[in-house]
């Protein structure tokens, strides 16, 4: 997890809001570092995670954790993390192997009209069992963490479903059990709004029914070195609670670092 | 190889994980598994020429391959791949890893190399039942190749899988001459499962992709995003290259639309990204784009004179005589 993004959001493993729907976004940037800051940040906090790999591999994030101090190995023996590896298993399902992997989970793969209630069956009952029947810890409130919502588009899922799909989850994770979601959405410049299965449309809808968005763009100035982007972080309250701040970001080897606009040491 | 992105990227990722592994057999098994995706963008009456640049960028691909020792595996739709690896470059010069654009291979070497191909004409067509499309029988192919030589298992040897013009009509994709196209996401979910049979095997694909041709915007993007590197080379039409004197002494633009950062948060992002090709007689140079410095006349004649030395360096280089 990042440190100085945890002082922007006031946040930290031991103290942080409950029954958050998190969205991340980016358009002409890559917003996942951040994805891999609140998969350590949720597990630091001994919360059950549950994380659906759609784009890369378990090995993948693992390594990246070790970089940021958390085992995520030792997390999935103990049980605390519960990692679909959606992307490994995938050519197998579309490919019909014998061998594949016939969980319901993979389903939006397989039918013809593909939908997401396997998906959804499967963070049910990998975050339902708050305890876990063999636990002999008792793990924090639920946390399911989607990388990425919007690589369903490129496999046929359509933008409904998708938003089905995290009703589904924001109602059961968020509200019932008082756990946090944190969905990615990565957008484009070249698809239009008013296409009802583009990025945008999904991530415009989204937008609404989430409590906290982090949006991660580009230099509009263009291409830089030293500055990597910006992140518009809204406060989804009502009244005072509802603010927005602009930082903009490097990533690093180890973590990130965030400073208000025009102050990157690079410039001053 | 002389062409420098893809050697500067290679670097790039090669040098990442040796900081970060302590094996290098996971070393040699990560930093392979990349699909680097090459898009080409091109002015209308380029047409035919600037596939040709892709392509290039596949020959230097496959040849490299030939001379480490790798398996190949070529698939067009176009150009039987048969034929596209007779016609490969020659190596040449003292460090082996230079290629004479104007050689043809040693045909005893080509023939050393074990390879694998696929052209559709050849293969025959199952139904089409998954949302894979016309891929299906293309990543059937892939993953049985893969198995069968233990690329997932046992083998320490890299697969170099080069896939020609996917997207184009020749695959049976419409995604190239219809802007709502039946097998809308064929090519998107190709490339989503290319990347998992990549992930679980010591290989690495070079993919082109038509970019002038695809009449869904969204789909162009879709590709970068699935991709673990991307470059687009976007050719000048001849009145651009008249009226811009920036633009006289290349071909065209070199785009990196993605750097590759797997098992990292970030990989090291390059200075600048202002790159442009030209295609010589015996390479095909990338450089950094930048103006010549403001002498006479006389002395920009002569530093656009020693371009011509085939240039095997790891950083780009300028032509002017000031750079060393």
């Given at each position: 997890?990042?440190?100085?993004?945890n002082?922007?959001?006031?946040s930290?493993?031991?103290?942080?809001t409950?029954?958050?729907?998190?969205?991340?976004?980016?358009?002409?940037?890559?917003?996942?570092?951040?994805?891999?800051?609140y998969?350590?940040f949720?597990?630091?906090?001994r919360c059950?995670?549950?994380?659906?790999?759609?784009?890369?591999?378990?090995?993948h994030?693992?390594?990246?954790?070790?970089?940021?101090?958390?085992?995520?190995?030792?997390?999935?023996?103990?049980?605390?993390?519960?990692f679909l590896?959606?992307?490994?298993?995938?050519?197998?399902?579309?490919?019909g192997?014998?061998?594949?992997?016939?969980?319901?989970?993979?389903?939006?793969?397989?039918s013809?009209?593909p939908e997401?209630r396997?998906?959804?069956?499967?963070?049910?009952n990998?975050?339902?069992?708050?305890?876990?029947e063999?636990?002999?810890?008792?793990?924090?409130p639920?946390?399911?963490?989607?990388?990425?919502?919007?690589?369903?588009?490129?496999?046929?899922?359509?933008?409904?479903?998708?938003?089905?799909?995290?009703?589904?989850?924001?109602?059961?994770i968020c509200?019932?059990?008082?756990?946090?979601?944190?969905?990615?959405?990565?957008?484009?410049?070249e698809?239009?709004?008013?296409d009802?299965e583009s990025?945008?449309?999904?991530?415009?809808?989204?937008?609404?029914?989430?409590s906290?968005?982090?949006?991660?763009?580009g230099?509009?100035?263009g291409?830089?070195?030293?500055i990597?982007g910006?992140?518009?972080?809204?406060?989804?309250?009502?009244?005072?609670?509802?603010?927005?701040?602009?930082?903009?970001?490097k990533?690093?080897?180890?973590?990130?670092?965030?400073?208000?606009?025009?102050?990157s040491?690079?410039?001053? | 190889?002389n062409?420098?992105?893809?050697?500067?990227?290679?670097?790039?990722?090669?040098?990442?994980?040796k900081?970060?592994t302590?094996?290098?057999c996971?070393?040699?098994?990560?930093c392979?598994?990349?699909?680097?995706?090459?898009?080409?963008?091109?002015?209308?009456?380029?047409?035919?020429?600037?596939d040709?640049?892709?392509?290039?960028?596949?020959?230097?691909?496959?040849?490299?391959?030939?001379?480490?020792?790798?398996?190949?595996?070529l698939?067009?739709?176009?150009?039987?791949p048969?034929d596209?690896?007779q016609?490969?470059?020659a190596?040449?010069s003292?460090f082996?890893?230079?290629?004479?654009?104007?050689?043809?291979?040693?045909t005893?070497?080509?023939?050393?190399?074990?390879?694998?191909?696929?052209?559709?004409?050849?293969?025959?067509?199952?139904?089409?039942?998954?949302s894979?499309?016309?891929?299906?029988?293309?990543?059937?192919?892939?993953?049985?190749?893969?198995?069968?030589?233990?690329?997932?298992?046992?083998v320490?040897?890299?697969l170099r899988?080069?896939?020609?013009?996917?997207g184009?009509?020749?695959?049976?994709?419409?995604?190239?001459?219809?802007?709502?196209?039946?097998?809308?996401?064929?090519?998107t979910?190709?490339?989503y499962?290319?990347?998992?049979?990549?992930?679980?095997?010591?290989?690495?694909?070079?993919?082109?992709?038509?970019?002038?041709?695809?009449?869904?915007?969204?789909v162009?993007?879709?590709v970068v995003?699935?991709?673990?590197?991307a470059?687009?080379?976007?050719?000048f039409?001849?009145s651009?290259?008249?009226?811009?004197p920036?633009?006289?002494?290349?071909?065209g633009l070199l785009?990196?639309?993605?750097?590759?950062h797997?098992?990292?948060?970030?990989?090291?992002?390059?200075?600048?990204?202002?790159?442009?090709f030209?295609?010589?007689?015996?390479?095909f140079?990338?450089?950094?784009?930048?103006?010549?410095?403001?002498?006479?006349?006389?002395?920009?004649r002569?530093?656009?004179?020693?371009g011509?030395?085939?240039?095997?360096?790891?950083?780009?280089?300028?032509?002017?005589?000031?750079?060393?």
């Open positions: 997890m990042f440190p100085e993004l002082s922007i959001l006031s930290s493993p031991e103290n942080f409950e029954g958050e729907f998190i969205l991340l976004s980016d358009r002409q940037a890559d917003a996942s570092f951040l994805i891999h800051h998969l350590t949720y597990l630091r906090a059950r995670v549950c994380f659906l790999g759609l784009v890369q591999s378990f090995s994030y693992s390594v990246v954790s070790q970089r940021l101090g958390v085992n995520l190995t030792q997390a999935k023996e103990k049980g605390q993390l519960v590896e959606a992307l490994k298993a995938s050519p197998g399902v579309l490919l192997d014998e061998s594949s992997d016939k969980t319901a989970a993979l389903d939006y793969l397989r013809p009209c997401l396997g998906l959804y069956e499967f963070v049910w990998s975050l339902s069992r708050a305890g876990g063999d636990a002999a810890e008792s793990w924090g639920p946390v399911l963490i989607i990388d990425d919502l919007s690589v369903l588009l490129s496999l046929g899922v359509s933008a409904g479903a998708i938003l089905d799909f995290t009703h589904y989850c924001q109602a059961t509200s019932q059990l008082q756990g946090s979601m944190i969905a990615l959405v990565r957008c484009d410049d698809e239009y709004d008013e009802e990025s945008n449309y999904l991530l415009k809808a989204l937008s609404h029914q989430c906290l968005s982090l949006r991660v763009e230099l509009s100035t291409y830089c070195r030293d990597h910006q992140v518009e972080i809204w406060w989804r309250g009502r009244g005072i609670k509802n603010q927005r701040k602009i930082f903009q970001y990533v690093h080897d180890k973590g990130a670092s965030f400073f208000a606009p025009g102050t040491r690079a410039v001053l | 190889i062409t420098k992105l893809t050697r500067h990227v290679r670097d790039k990722v090669v040098e990442k994980f900081a970060g302590t094996h290098n996971v070393c040699v098994r990560v392979v598994c990349v699909c680097v995706c090459v898009c080409v963008c091109v002015s209308p009456a380029e047409e035919d020429q600037n040709s640049y892709s392509r290039l960028l596949l020959q230097y691909f496959l040849a490299e391959g030939v001379v480490s020792g790798h398996q190949l595996y698939a067009s739709a176009r150009d039987d048969d596209m690896i016609t490969e470059l190596s040449s003292r082996g890893h230079c290629y004479d654009l104007s050689k043809r291979m040693d005893q070497m080509l023939q050393a190399v074990q390879r694998h191909t696929f052209y559709p004409p050849q293969e025959k067509t199952d139904e089409q039942t998954s894979l499309g016309p891929y299906a029988g293309l990543l059937k192919s892939i993953q049985t190749v893969i198995h069968r030589e233990g690329f997932d298992g046992s320490r040897n890299v899988l080069g896939l020609h013009s996917l184009s009509a020749l695959w049976g994709d419409d995604v190239c001459f219809s802007e709502s196209p039946a097998s809308g996401h064929a090519l979910t190709f490339l499962a290319l990347r998992a049979l990549l992930r679980s095997s010591l290989s690495v694909a070079m993919v082109t992709v038509p970019a002038h041709l695809i009449q869904v915007s969204a162009l993007g879709r995003k699935l991709s673990d590197a470059v687009a080379l976007e050719s039409s001849s651009e290259r008249q009226t811009n920036l633009y006289s002494d290349y071909h785009h990196i639309r993605q750097v590759p797997l098992n990292c948060l970030m990989c090291e992002a390059p200075d600048n990204k202002d790159l442009a030209k295609l010589r007689r015996k390479q140079s990338i450089e950094k784009l930048h103006l010549p410095p403001d002498l006479s006349e006389t002395v920009s002569v530093s656009k004179a020693k011509e030395s085939p240039a095997c360096g790891s950083a780009p280089t300028g032509h002017t005589p000031l750079d060393f």
